[in-house]
T-cell receptor
Framework: KNEVEQSPQNLTAQEGEFITINCSYS?????LHWLQQHPGGGIVSLFM???GKKKHGRLIATINIQEKHSSLHITASHPRDSAVYIC?????????FGTGTSLTVIP | DGGITQSPKYLFRKEGQNVTLSCEQN?????MYWYRQDPGQGLRLIYY???????QKGDIAEGYSVSREKKESFPLTVTSAQKNPTAFYLC????????????????FGNGTRLTVT
């Protein structure tokens, strides 16, 4: 069993839909990272959070420490949001990565 | 602009040859990491380094070697001993100066896709 589990693995949405990607972790972590991987392979850090909620534009990330669960929400989804979204938990020097959620937003 | 540069983007090698992947950062970060990404799997740690001239094995270090002679550079050599080297390789860095910096973000390069035939 992986230390970090994501769901769903694949997600297809119509443009404008509200999207939620879930991440559960089983290890103690100091921070939870949400990453975006573009089709070309490059990875961009979207959020790093250790409690509560963060918002950046149409993206919102939340974390529930007690339940060891985090969610990434995308409001008013757009085709340019199509990418793989990866959550990763940090524990000391180690990062534990989920396998990613592949999102396709159809115009 | 600060960032991480990986080169080359695509690399093709014959089986039995060693190959070195380059990773350079100008972010003044202390910690650098090499990850391997295979389809359907999360990123797996090959090696990491927290300081110049020091590095630690990750979960899948067998068949790989690294050096950290300069803060900016962390090259990865894929040796002929690596049984299944074809993969996407990502280099990353983060600031690791103080205990509070354990919550610093990870910065990634654009990756190198290695194909060994």
């Amino acid at each position: 069993k992986n230390e970090v589990e994501q769901s769903p693995q694949n997600l297809t949405a119509q443009e404008g839909e509200f999207i939620t990607i879930n991440c559960s972790y089983s290890v103690g972590i100091s921070a939870l990272h949400w990453l975006q991987q573009h089709p070309g392979g490059g990875i961009v850090s979207l959020f790093m959070l250790s409690s509560g909620k963060k918002k950046h534009g149409r993206l919102i990330a939340t974390i529930n420490i007690q339940e060891k669960h985090s969610s990434l929400h995308i409001t008013a989804s757009h085709p340019r949001d199509s990418a793989v979204y990866i959550c990763a938990g940090r524990s000391g020097n180690q990062f534990y990565f989920g396998t990613g959620t592949s999102l396709t937003v159809i115009p | 602009d600060g960032g991480i540069t990986q080169s080359p983007k695509y690399l093709f090698r014959k089986e039995g040859q060693n190959v070195t992947l380059s990773c350079e950062q100008n972010l003044n970060h202390d910690a650098m990491y090499w990850y391997r990404q295979d389809p359907g799997q999360g990123l797996r740690l090959i090696y990491y380094s927290q300081i110049v001239n020091d590095f630690q094995k990750g979960d899948i270090a067998e068949g790989y070697s690294v050096s950290r002679e300069k803060k900016e550079s962390f090259p990865l050599t894929v040796t002929s001993a690596q049984k299944n080297p074809t993969a996407f390789y990502l280099c990353a860095s983060s600031m690791e100066r103080t205990s509070s910096s354990y919550n610093s973000p990870l910065h990634f390069g654009n990756g190198t896709r290695l194909t060994v035939t």
